[in-house]
């Protein structure tokens, strides 16, 4: 059964920076993109970075020039470096392969990591 384990939030100042980590327990791992996603109260979860199967990164508006996602296939391992945090960024974040139908996933969600941004 495939199963995300994330972690690496914690509170932290606005402009602080954290680094989140994602075990994935996924099979033929190498044949998946991934991806961070968040969700903050009172609104729907967003897609936050991706990557796939040939290292190529995508990223939110919102996340682009502040954060980066990377993966090691060997270690079954997805991270996201954040920088320059903001209080928006305040939110659960998880990791999971998206599918190819838009805002589709292959796999349930894990119980995600809090990052807090505040001062």
């Known amino acids: 059964q495939v199963q995300f384990v994330e972690s690496g939030g914690g509170v932290v100042q606005p402009g602080g920076s954290l680094r989140l980590s994602c075990a994935a327990s996924i099979p033929s791992i190498k044949i998946y993109d991934l991806a961070w996603y968040r969700k903050a109260p009172g609104k729907q979860r967003e897609l936050v970075a991706s990557?796939?199967?040939?290292?190529?990164?995508n990223y939110s508006d919102s996340a682009k020039g502040r954060f980066s996602i990377s993966r090691d296939n060997d270690k079954k391992f997805v991270y996201l470096q954040m920088s320059g945090l903001k209080p928006d960024d305040t939110a659960v974040y998880y990791c999971?392969?998206?599918?190819?139908?838009?805002?589709?996933?292959?796999?349930?969600w894990g119980q995600g990591t809090q990052v807090t941004v505040s001062s």
């Open positions: 999971n392969a998206p599918s190819t139908v838009p805002g589709g996933i292959f796999f349930a």
């Open positions: 990557i796939d199967s040939e290292n190529n990164p």
